[in-house]
């Protein structure tokens, strides 16, 4: 088999984890979160391409963009709870993708129990902290072996 390469997709004000509320989302950031990825990666030997944007549009052309991947593992943000768009991204191009959140979403707000995504995914990893990114990558892993 071709060495596989996942792409890890963060949404809007993730960029701000390891800054702001710590209590909710952890000390960690973005860039803890990449190496972490990258040490799983190396050991599933595969490649991990990581990208976030506050902006929805972009994360739809990076979808779009990845329709040769192996699969992808989507934090979406408060677009998780809004996005017919990005839905419509991942379901075009048909490449499987774990939904993770950091935060246990149905220990939250109402508003965060729906998403828009979570049907149509391979996965859902909720409220295991930034060790979910981990997760979500040996999922995809196992699933295409
Ligand atoms: O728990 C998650 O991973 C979320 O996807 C995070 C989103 C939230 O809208 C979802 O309901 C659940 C928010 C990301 C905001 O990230 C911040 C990080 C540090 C400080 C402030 C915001």
């Known amino acids: 088999m ?48 990581f990208f976030q944007s506050n902006d929805e549009g972009a994360l739809v052309d990076e979808i779009q963009a990845r329709r040769d991947n192996a699969g992808i593992v989507l934090n979406a943000g408060a677009y998780t709870h809004t996005s017919v768009a990005i839905r419509d991204a991942l379901a075009a191009v048909q490449v499987p993708f774990v939904e993770v959140h950091i935060s246990n979403v149905f220990a939250r707000e109402d508003f965060r129990h729906r998403s828009y995504l979570s049907d149509i995914a391979a996965g859902v990893i909720v409220g295991c902290g930034v060790d979910g990114y981990e997760l979500a990558l040996r999922r995809l892993a196992s699933l295409i072996s």
């Open 2 to 49: 071709t060495r596989p390469t996942f792409a890890v997709l963060n949404g809007p004000n993730l960029n701000l984890l390891g800054i702001r509320e710590p209590d909710l989302y952890g000390a960690e950031g973005l860039s803890d979160i990449q190496q972490r990825c990258e040490k799983v990666a190396a050991e599933l030997d595969a490649d991990v391409e």
